[in-house]
Nanobody, 116 residues
Framework: QVQLVESGGGWVQAGGSLKLSCAAS????????MGWYRQAPGKQRELVAS???????NYAASVKGRFTISRDNAKNTVYLQMNSLKPEDTAVYYC??????????WGQGTQVTVSS
């Protein structure tokens, strides 16, 4: 059983930066991927970025060049460095993990608000 806990959300002015962290507890093992989704009010949840335990990243087109996903396998932690933030980045950000067994786990979410 895996539990995910996010931190690092907050309020920032457009053009600023935030760094999100997600720590996984439990048995995550190998063959997994972790990532970040976001959901704004009235909109569908969308994938922002993901990364395998082999450090292969993938990004949504809307955040390429601005966001960087990374992970520390020894600490079972995934990070999302968000630079050049825009008001349209405002959303609740959720950490996600997919195991080799195809089990999905979700964090509780952390609010990111970008003011114009």
């Amino acid at each position: 059983q895996v539990q995910l806990v996010e931190s690092g959300g907050g309020w920032v002015q457009a053009g600023g930066s935030l760094k999100l962290s997600c720590a996984a507890s439990g048995s995550i093992f190998s063959g997994n991927a972790m990532g970040w989704y976001r959901q704004a009010p009235g909109k569908q949840r969308e994938l922002v970025a993901s990364i395998t335990d082999g450090y292969w990243p993938n990004y949504a087109a809307s955040v390429k060049g601005r966001f960087t996903i990374s992970r520390d396998n020894a600490k079972n932690t995934v990070y999302l460095q968000m630079n050049s933030l825009k008001p349209e980045d405002t959303a609740v950000y959720y950490c996600n993990a997919v195991l080799a067994t195809h089990q999905h786990y979700w964090g509780q979410g952390t609010q990111v608000t970008v003011s114009s």
